[in-house]
């Protein structure tokens, strides 16, 4: 069992940046393909980005490229996503998700709780 905890989460004015953190209670943390979804009020969730568990390969949703950057620290079990000019449609809660070694872009196993993200116009 993977148990995920993200932090970092607030109210930002449009323009602004946020930096999310996920820590992961794994062993085998850099074995792990770790993800970012958001789903705001009324919407269902969607993928914002993700990183392989090996090499740092990114993908990320067309509506967050060039804006948002997803990181991971292996020694600290703890996967980042860094959120630089903010739009008032970024407002959602943002989950951190995890899935083994062979994962998909999309698919995960574990699932965090979620940090709310909230961008004032």
Sequence with gaps: QV????????????????????VASVRTFSTYSLGW?????????????????SGGITK?????K???TISRDNAKNTVYL????????DTAVYFCAAGPYGSGWYDYAYWGQGTQVTVSS
């Design 60 to 64: 990320y949703a067309d509506s967050v």
């Design 3 to 22: 148990q995920l905890v993200e932090s970092g989460g607030g109210l930002v004015q449009a323009g602004g940046s946020l930096r999310l953190s996920c």
């Design 82 to 89: 860094q959120m630089n000019s903010l739009k008032p449609e």
């Design 37 to 53: 979804f958001r789903q705001a009020p009324g919407k269902e969730r969607e993928f914002v980005g993700a990183i392989r568990w």
């Design 66 to 68: 060039g804006r948002f």
